[in-house]
């Protein structure tokens, strides 16, 4: 069974950092590209990044480049997101998913997320 | 850019869904993915591939289209299927998210 748990997610600052984490489980990890997906209070989806197989290539949504960072570990079946910098616009429920493996493109599995809160 | 519509839809238990998603520009290959989001829950893949369902996902639920417009059909609803649905193209780089159509029991 694939399971994704979140962790990391809190009450910070702004202009404060948190890093989040993912452990996978029940599959073969290091095949598969993951992102992070995020949702703002009655808010959509958007993703905010992504990173491939081997963590060589990362891609981010513009308004987190620079403060964000993506990265795995294939020996601890785990994806990271370091954010710094945050604002108030960071705040929301942080998911991350499996992408599919071919195509590629579609997040067949979701973790259950973890809560980001910005306030002074 | 992905619009979906309608933003709310109230269909009564047994009644047909029929949500849109339609894109600003042709979907290449028809990357197109709906996903399911129960109140408290993570999104859950019901489709991709415009029309090939998600193990497990119950047969009510259909997906067609091509091109840049495409439907999420649920063929009989119940009351379990209170939820908001997005679609997701990826057939280009930016993988993007349609803004969500929520479905109530009437």
């Known amino acids: 069974e694939v399971q994704l748990v979140e962790s990391g997610g809190g009450l910070v600052q702004p202009g404060g950092s948190l890093r989040l984490s993912c452990t996978a489980s029940?599959?073969?990890?290091?095949?598969?590209?993951m992102i992070w997906v995020r949702q703002a209070p009655g808010q959509g989806l958007q993703w905010v990044a992504k990173?491939?197989?081997?963590?060589?290539?990362?891609y981010y949504r513009r308004s987190v480049e620079g403060r964000f960072t993506i990265s795995r570990d294939n020996a601890k079946n785990s994806v990271h997101l370091q954010m710094n910098n945050l604002g108030a616009e960071d705040t929301a429920v942080y998911f991350c998913?499996?992408?599919?493996?071919?195509?590629?493109?579609?997040?067949?599995?979701w973790g259950q997320g973890t809560p980001v809160t910005l306030s002074s | 850019v992905l619009t979906q519509s309608p933003g709310t839809l109230s269909v009564s238990p047994g009644d047909r869904a029929t949500l849109s998603c339609r894109a600003s520009?042709?979907?290449?290959?028809?990357?197109l993915a709906w996903y399911q989001q129960k109140p408290g829950q993570a999104p859950r893949l019901l489709i991709y591939?415009?029309?090939t369902k998600m193990t497990g996902i119950p047969d009510r639920f259909s997906g067609s289209g091509s091109g840049t417009d495409f439907t999420l059909t649920i063929s009989r609803l119940e009351p379990e299927d209170l939820a908001v649905y997005y679609c997701?193209?990826?057939?280009?780089?930016?993988?993007?998210f349609g803004q969500g159509t929520k479905v109530e029991i009437k």
């Open positions: 990173i491939n197989q081997d963590g060589t290539e990362t």
């Open positions: 520009q042709s979907v290449n290959s028809n990357y």
């Open positions: 591939g415009a029309s």
């Open positions: 997701q193209e990826y057939g280009s780089a930016q993988w993007t």
């Open positions: 029940g599959f073969t990890f290091y095949n598969s590209w």
């Open positions: 998913a499996r992408v599919s493996l071919y195509p590629r493109g579609y997040l067949d599995y």
